[in-house]
């Protein structure tokens, strides 16, 4: 038995957390991640986007973005930002931020950050500042580097640090985990790649 051809999905996001979701979704597809370009905010990733639209053209491409309080909902928001996606251009919205798709799944959430299940939010879609909320959580934390690394510095004058090189080890999902509350990981390969 040939085991498959490699497929390899580049991706544009527009922060560190959401690279790192990025990454773990492409895995989850069993794929292998060709480059994710972190934009560092909305503004630049949706201008940006027509670009990574093209480039799915010849090639797999996954852009992730949040629906903060953009939109009521998410079909009006990809239309308005990708309104003739290409055929092997998966573009996912978190709604209402990728730190609420990261607690929908809140055992696992909860074991990475060494807090009680109970901590985290029951309905992270409902939270007005989902960004907010994963920071409170990390601040519980019973882990040292989770708190160094996720927690803004002491009068920055920030809601959350600038950067989060804590989420590059985000624990794997094993796509059964928070089913309850968030769809398993969407198929970003088209079925002719």
Excluded at 20 to 42: F, P, Q
Excluded at 117 to 130: F, G, I, M
Excluded at 154 to 169: D, K, N, V
Aim: net charge positive; glycine share 4%; charged share 25%.
């Amino acid at each position: 038995m040939t085991p498959p051809p490699e497929v390899f999905i580049s991706g544009a996001v527009e922060g560190l957390v959401d690279e790192a979701v990025a990454n773990r979704l492409v895995r989850h597809v069993r794929a292998e991640t060709a480059s994710v370009y972190v934009s560092y905010g909305k503004d630049r990733l949706r201008d940006s986007a027509p670009g990574y639209n093209n480039a799915a053209r010849f090639s797999p491409s996954l852009v992730l973005v949040d629906l903060d309080r953009d939109a009521d909902c998410a079909p009006p928001f990809v239309r308005t930002w990708l309104p003739l996606p290409s055929p092997r251009m998966c573009f996912r919205v978190a709604v209402r931020a990728i730190e609420a798709w990261l607690m929908a799944d809140s055992e696992r959430l909860a074991s990475f950050l060494r807090v009680p299940p109970r901590d985290v939010p029951p309905d992270p879609e409902s939270l007005r500042d989902p960004k907010r909320a994963m920071v409170d959580l990390a601040r519980r934390s019973r882990r040292q580097e989770i708190r160094a690394d996720m927690l803004p510095r002491p009068r920055s004058g920030r809601a959350a640090p600038p950067t989060h090189p804590g989420w590059s080890s985000l624990p794997p999902t094993n796509g059964t985990a928070g089913a309850q509350r968030w769809p398993p990981a969407p198929r970003i390969v088209s079925p002719d790649a």
